[in-house]
């Protein structure tokens, strides 16, 4: 797998996590990012032991964009850290089936996330394990294909729960195209594609130099393609 490296220095490695690939290390033969990163850290240096990966912030598997690593401990705690108090900026697109109420709005809900079967719900605020959810949301574009409309959608993660903006855009009528877990026309028979959901930009506070950084890739794939796609703002 070849890297699509976007900045790297001594301290971090801010890259593309193509979909299809598990973005901390996996437990199957499968290449994942940190394994990948740490072949490219000993390719460019090689050191004796191995290289330090630290993992920030995660993407579900089928979902592709921009994410950055710690090559330093310290790096780790300060990016970690700005993830904790909110500082670090993630911005998404989406292709949604629908379209939303409003043409811009926040979402708040509880989510509790469900281990055995490996997904998430939209649940009441008193039950055991729920995490407050929040996100924010503008349409960027949409378009009618016979009786049905899509909407190609950028969103704004102010929390980082398990498949948030899945499960909060399904739960609110408009979920995702291509996702087999909680868009109800995709659960059986084979569907060509991914979840059409891509982390195009990602801002934060370099842990160095304190110098606020912004990293951004269009989202790839053919669903994305036939909306008009303006950069994030």
């Known amino acids: 797998m070849t890297l699509n490296i976007l900045y790297e220095d001594e301290e971090i490695l801010v890259v593309e996590k193509p979909v299809g690939v598990e973005s901390q290390s996996a437990k199957s033969f499968e290449p994942d ?3 990948e990163v740490k072949k490219h850290i000993n ?9 330090y990966v630290g993992v920030i912030h995660r993407l579900d598997k089928p979902v592709g964009g921009v994410m950055v690593y710690a090559k330093t401990r310290g790096a780790a705690e300060s990016l970690s850290k700005q993830v904790s108090e909110h500082q670090m900026e993630k911005i998404y697109q989406a292709v949604v089936c629908g379209k939303p109420v409003e043409n811009s709005g926040t979402y708040v809900d509880y989510l509790w996330k469900d281990s055995k ?6 649940v009441e605020k008193g039950i055991k394990g729920a995490k407050p959810a929040e996100l924010h949301f503008r349409v960027v574009d949409s378009k009618k294909m016979g009786d049905e409309e899509y909407c190609l959608v950028e969103i704004r993660l102010e929390t980082g729960r398990h498949h948030q903006i899945r499960v909060q855009m399904a739960g609110h009528g408009t979920p995702l195209w291509g996702d087999r877990k909680y868009n109800p026309r995709f659960n059986s028979g084979p569907v060509r594609g991914n979840v059409a959901l891509f982390a195009c930009r990602l801002t934060f506070f370099h842990p160095i130099t304190k110098e606020k950084t912004t990293y951004s ?5 053919e669903w994305f393609e036939m909306f008009e796609r303006p950069e994030p703002v």
């Open 33 to 35: 990012m940190v394994s």
């Open 117 to 122: 079967n490996n997904c998430s719900k939209i």
């Open 217 to 221: 890739v269009k989202p790839r794939g």
């Open 43 to 51: 390719m460019i240096s090689p050191k004796s032991g191995e290289p």
